[in-house]
């Protein structure tokens, strides 16, 4: 019953920007340790921003000060504002909790392309 859904993903030209969102629903969202993660092809997925229940966050040093993680509990949903897009930003993006919930309930994920 759990789901992620994300979206938002896109071709941006580099110094561009994108928001990403995620859609969660089967459980107490409010409550739980959120994050993005992002995935290049054969490689495990790697931890992007984080943000607590509380609205504490923290960030990957490669995107520290460019991106910006939120949420919204009434709406079950989680942001990532991505600023100054570079080459080096092009992954495949998850949301996901964190630490990530039982194997099985990754979304489809959203592609992210910086590119001229």
């Known amino acids: 019953q759990v789901q992620f859904v994300e979206s938002g993903g896109g071709l941006v030209q580099p110094g561009g920007s994108l928001t990403l969102s995620c859609a969660a629903s089967?459980?107490?969202?409010?409550?739980?340790?959120m994050s993005w993660y992002r995935q290049a092809p054969g490689k495990e997925r790697e931890l992007v921003a984080t943000?607590?229940?509380?609205?504490?966050?923290n960030y990957a040093g490669s995107v520290k000060g460019r991106f910006t993680i939120s949420r919204d509990n009434a709406k079950n949903t989680m942001y990532l504002q991505m600023n100054s897009l570079k080459p080096e930003d092009t992954f495949v993006y998850y949301c996901?909790?964190?630490?990530?919930?039982?194997?099985?309930?990754w979304g489809q994920g959203t592609q992210v392309t910086v590119s001229s």
């Open positions: 996901n909790t964190f630490p990530p919930w039982q194997a099985g309930y």
């Open positions: 089967g459980f107490t969202f409010r409550m739980y340790v």
């Open positions: 943000i607590s229940a509380g609205a504490s966050t």
